[in-house]
């Protein structure tokens, strides 16, 4: 059955359909399509360069080849800012949703999705690199 977000709703670890649909619409804020390569830290004080992708004032999604666990916290460091704490909320391969366990305040969440947006374009030759830190 799908939800009308298009989630096909049997597919999410969600004990009902309720609490799916609360989920859902929690994930309706504002997101924007990024570029940039941050840091990722680990509580263990692991290291990683990961690539985010996707970006709200409530989390992001990101990509990396290093496992994490589910809710394991991690701290972002995105180039000019303070770390965010945040927590691996879900992964599919080497895509991770984390969430932000303070918000973004929606300037900061403007400014992010505003340097690093993008972009797109017809010739694969002229495509961007990642923003590097």
Not at 36 to 43: N, R, S
Request: aromatic share 8%; net charge positive.
């Amino acid at each position: 059955m799908l939800h009308a977000s298009g989630i096909q709703m049997n597919m999410l670890p969600f004990p009902n359909r309720r609490l799916l649909a609360e989920y859902v619409d929690h994930r309706r804020k504002e997101r924007s399509a990024v570029s940039v390569m941050v840091e990722l830290k680990t509580a263990d004080n692991l290291r990683v360069k990961v690539a985010l992708q996707d970006l709200s004032a409530s989390g992001c999604q990101m990509r990396t080849a290093d496992y994490m666990c589910l809710n394991q916290r991690i701290y972002l460091t995105l180039p000019g800012f303070e770390s965010l704490a945040a927590r691996i909320a879900w992964n599919a391969g080497e895509l991770y949703g984390c969430e932000f366990l303070r918000p973004l305040h929606d300037s900061i969440f403007a400014h992010i999705a505003a340097k690093y947006p993008v972009l797109v374009v017809s010739d694969p030759s002229e495509a961007q690199t990642i923003h590097r830190l």
